[in-house]
């Protein structure tokens, strides 16, 4: 699509990364709060109660403003990663901590950006790939945060799969669908399975949703790879932080994260990877 000199095209996907980072934590904080607004006003609906009047709420109204003491963001302190360092890390009215969580999702998008374009280009092909790796990293924070996996964010992933196969792929869409029903009914089978051995659910539907959306980007082939990776990733970390914090035992962990991390393997590194799988499989 485009042929930048390296001198140009580095910076640029660097920068474009860590504004997109920027982008996905306006959403990664408002999304959630934006269906908790919808599903109350429909509860509201139901009950046939009056509407809430409440001020306009979405991912650019009102302006971003300190969680604390409320004062407005000004745009030099907007910045991505600069100005988090800049104020070490604290809001400048309040000295209020300023959650790390800003600059990582930040340099990931950088780090993505400049991985997705080492690998395809600017092309668009590789425009695709970046936008699922960056839902994917929308999805992992916000089910870290509240262990919600937006419908708005995985059915679209879903779909946005299904289209890059039929465009860049078409012989791999048939794949890619049994890939998206596969990937919901894995998962699926084991939540009832579960729940009927122990009377506890032990995930979400966002995840059988999140792992349908991962088969449609990459076919059926490589779900086995990406649940191996996901539950073994998630038992290795609920061991350590078990371990670490002994008051979070029996603490519910969201598995989405795992897959999200997976999905970026597999999408990024995922012929090499299958390659080393098969072979240890036959």
């Known amino acids: 699509m485009l042929d930048l000199p390296p001198a140009l095209l580095w910076p640029l996907a660097?920068?474009?990364g860590?504004?997109?980072g920027s982008f996905l934590n306006v959403v990664i904080?408002?999304?959630?709060?934006m269906l908790m607004l919808g599903w109350r006003a429909e509860a509201r609906e139901a009950l046939e109660l009056p509407e809430e009047e409440s001020p306009r709420f979405n991912l650019l109204v009102p302006r971003s403003i300190c969680p604390r003491c409320e004062a407005p963001i000004a745009w030099h302190?907007?910045?991505?990663?600069?100005?988090?360092?800049?104020?070490r890390g604290r809001c400048a009215a309040c000295a209020t901590r300023i959650s790390l969580q800003h600059p990582l999702v930040e340099l990931a998008?950088?780090?993505?950006?400049l991985a997705v374009v080492a690998l395809y280009g600017v092309t668009w092909q590789g425009l695709f790939i970046l936008a699922a790796c960056l839902a994917l990293l929308a999805l992992a924070v916000i089910d870290l945060r509240t262990q919600l996996l937006p419908d708005v964010v995985t059915l679209p992933l879903l779909w946005a799969g299904l289209l890059y196969q039929l465009l860049f792929q078409p012989l791999m869409?048939?794949?890619?669908?049994?890939?998206?029903?596969?990937?919901?009914?894995?998962?699926?089978?084991?939540?009832?399975?579960?729940?009927?051995?122990?009377?506890?659910e032990g995930m979400g539907y966002g995840d059988f949703k999140l792992l349908a959306a991962l088969g449609a980007w990459l076919g059926w082939q490589y779900l086995p790879l990406v649940l191996i990776l996901s539950a073994g990733a998630g038992a290795l970390v609920g061991i350590l932080v078990q371990l670490a914090l002994p008051r979070l035992r029996g603490a519910p962990?969201?598995?989405?994260?795992?897959?999200?991390?997976?999905g970026w393997i597999a999408l990024l590194v995922g012929e090499p990877l299958m390659a080393i799988y098969v072979g240890m499989t036959l």
């Open 29 to 33: 904080v408002r999304l959630p709060v």
């Open 18 to 20: 860590l504004c997109l």
């Open 173 to 200: 869409l048939p794949s890619a669908v049994i890939g998206a029903m596969a990937g919901y009914l894995a998962l699926w089978s084991v939540y009832w399975l579960f729940k009927l051995v122990t009377g506890k």
């Open 253 to 262: 962990m969201p598995f989405g994260p795992f897959l999200a991390i997976s």
């Open 77 to 87: 302190d907007n910045l991505p990663v600069i100005s988090w360092f800049k104020r």
């Open 14 to 16: 660097a920068l474009l």
């Open 109 to 113: 998008g950088a780090g993505l950006t």
